[in-house]
């Protein structure tokens, strides 16, 4: 069956003490598990890193969720990891699908009161002959 996944990377921002991990969706991808893990590898495989700005050495591993880019810097080495995460729940979609009904709602509105509008012409006009 096809799921729909989010090809993610996890970096690290920042420098000295201001580092963090950033979660950044590279790609999403509508297939099986496997479909995905084999996408996932070539995204890592073409990624480029934030850091180290010139990488001196990089190490791609697989691990049992996804893969692990090593970057080595001239003061150290950073990690990239990289997983295919199932996609459960998007709000967007509930945005869309909410902003979608809203518009069936008024175009529904739109043609009951066109038609409400046409039956009363029509009525004035059946008068008017008689």
């Not at 069956?1 to 590279?26: F, K, P, Q």
């Not at 479909?35 to 590898?41: F, G, S």
């Not at 934030?50 to 090593?70: Q, Y």
């Not at 869309?96 to 009363?120: H, L």
Request: net charge positive.
């Amino acid at each position: 069956m096809a799921e729909r996944w989010g090809l993610v990377v996890e970096e690290t921002a920042g420098s000295g003490d201001n580092r963090l991990t950033v979660a950044t969706v590279l790609e999403h991808f509508t297939g099986t598990r496997e479909e995905a893990m084999a996408r996932l590898e070539a995204v890592a495989r073409a990624h480029a890193p934030r850091h180290p700005l010139s990488p001196t050495r990089t190490r791609l591993f697989r691990t049992a969720d996804g893969f692990l880019m090593v970057s080595e810097g001239s003061m150290r080495s950073y990690g990239s990891r990289f997983s295919a995460v199932e996609l459960l729940h998007d709000s967007d979609e509930v945005k869309r699908a909410q902003v979608a009904a809203r518009e069936r709602e008024k175009e529904e509105r739109a043609a009951r009161k066109a038609a409400d509008r046409a039956a009363r012409r029509a009525e004035r006009e059946a008068r008017r002959r008689r």
